[in-house]
């Protein structure tokens, strides 16, 4: 009797041991268990990044337009989310169609599976890849609403973010991600996304902003942030996120995403601390604002760079990166007069741009051998390959973004009247209030045409005058 019992737990051992045997020969070919988890859980990192931007521009918009500001890019999320899925990761990374953009044969993400594409990623699921560059769509949309805040119609930001997506985000990725495309040919390296994302988003960012005009009260009137401690919450959600962005951009648990890893930190911190002493020296006091813009100026200037750069490079693209987007946001900005609100262009396209380039100057092989040298390794060549690459995204995105912008205003009004601007986007698109009147117990209210009187939700005892 003994002598079966043990026979059937060691036949029961025997099965328990297999299994992951089996899942692994599921699995098939080169797919890694151990890359497939780090990049899914990066995806995730990359998409909490965008909630963590909510708040980053929730917190420095006035409380009237909070919630606004957090739809857009909530919306975002969800828009992308479908665009990608039906056709953006088809023009993105399909096959190549002219060396600028993708073919639509993996429309509805049709032949993208389980298995792995030898061409972007030979060991996580091709399904993987394309969740984790769905989250870089998602973000670098968002990243635009920092310079439109407080003044776009939501319908008309819906129709622009769908477009500006598909006729200038995803061209570009094909651009300097792609297969055969033609940055990516010339040699041009973006680790994770300074061309494709920031350089693209800030300058877009710009473009809308001066197509739609100045905020009402722009110079004339107090236009400050009204939570700060949500920005601060919103910076460090971006910071713990970027790990995964740049660190995740190695496709791969190898050295490289540790050294990713280690660059991403090293020159957020030392932006940090260099927009903050720039900015002591200039108005003779450090803000917690500056800090927190000044970790996200270095987060931005280190991720085209993440992959090919050590850490002592780290430092300097850091230093620099605090420096002048710091004078970009508080003195080019004053002086030329234009209204990015919360300063998208002056951050991550400034930011980006000095990123690009600098990865043309601190790229090493040493760090990977699959990048090249840059102009202090011996190769000056490699910072004018970065040049083309800034100014072709530079030129593409800014006129796309005017011809997206002036389509978009023969449909609906791009901007809300100056009295739903003077009411708050909250109120006057919404009809929702982020800060309800506490003893009134007010939660929402009807701003509908012809409707005098806010509905409310009363307490016992208490009226409203």
């Not at 509805?108 to 394309?130: C, K, R, W």
């Not at 236009?223 to 995740?248: K, R, S, Y």
């Amino acid at each position: 009797m003994w002598s079966f019992a043990l026979k059937l737990k060691l036949l029961f051992l025997m099965m328990f041991v297999s299994i992951p045997g089996l899942a692994w020969a599921d699995d098939g070919g080169g797919i890694d268990s151990g890359d497939t988890t780090f990049i899914l859980l990066s995806a995730a990192l990359v998409m909490l990044m965008t909630p963590g931007l909510a708040l980053f521009y929730g917190g420095m918009v006035r409380k009237k337009n909070v919630l606004s500001t957090i739809m857009q890019s909530f919306i975002v999320i969800c828009l992308i989310s479908v665009q990608w899925v039906l056709f953006g990761y088809s023009l993105a990374f399909g096959p190549d169609q002219g060396h600028l953009v993708g073919a639509l044969s993996w429309l509805g993400l049709n032949g993208v599976g389980q298995e792995a594409n030898a061409d972007y990623s030979a060991t996580i699921p091709h399904l993987v890849f394309m969740a984790f560059q769905l989250m870089f769509a998602i973000i670098t949309a968002a990243l635009i609403t920092g310079s439109i805040a407080e003044r776009m119609r939501f319908t008309a930001f819906l129709g622009f973010i769908l477009l500006w997506s598909t006729f200038v985000y995803d061209p570009l990725a094909h651009w300097v991600w792609g297969v055969d495309g033609w940055l990516r040919n010339m040699g041009a390296l973006d680790f994770a996304g300074g061309t494709v994302v920031h350089i693209s988003s800030g300058v877009s960012g710009l473009v809308a902003a001066l197509v739609l005009g100045r905020r009402k009260g722009y110079g004339t009137e107090a236009i400050i942030p009204h939570q700060l401690p949500f920005t601060v919450l919103g910076a460090a959600l971006l910071w713990f996120g970027w790990f995964g962005f740049n660190a995740g951009s190695a496709l791969a648990a190898n050295g490289l995403a540790a050294s990713a890893f280690v660059v991403t930190n090293t020159s957020a911190a030392m932006a940090a601390l260099s927009w903050v002493f720039a900015e002591w020296v200039h108005h003779g006091r450090p803000t917690v604002l500056g800090a927190a813009s000044g970790a996200v100026a270095g987060l931005v200037a280190i991720t085209p760079a993440a992959g090919f750069v050590t850490p002592m490079s780290a430092l300097a693209i850091g230093l620099v990166a605090g420096v002048i987007c710091y004078l970009a946001v508080s003195v080019v900005k004053r002086k030329l007069g234009y209204d990015d609100s919360l300063d998208a262009f002056g951050v991550h396209g400034v930011g980006g741009i000095w990123g690009a380039l600098a990865t043309g100057i601190f790229a090493t092989k040493a760090v990977n051998g699959a990048g090249a040298d840059g102009l202090l390794y011996g190769n000056a060549a490699q910072l004018g390959i970065q040049a083309v690459g800034v100014l072709s995204t530079v030129v593409f995105a800014g006129i796309a973004t005017f011809i997206i912008l002036k389509l978009v205003a023969v449909v609906t009004a791009l901007r809300a009247t100056t009295d739903e601007e003077e009411l708050g986007l909250d109120l006057s698109l919404h009809g929702e209030d982020a800060y309800p009147d506490i003893m009134s117990g007010t939660i929402f209210k009807d701003y509908s045409p012809g409707h005098t009187q806010a509905s409310s939700v009363m307490k016992p005892g208490i009226s409203l005058k």
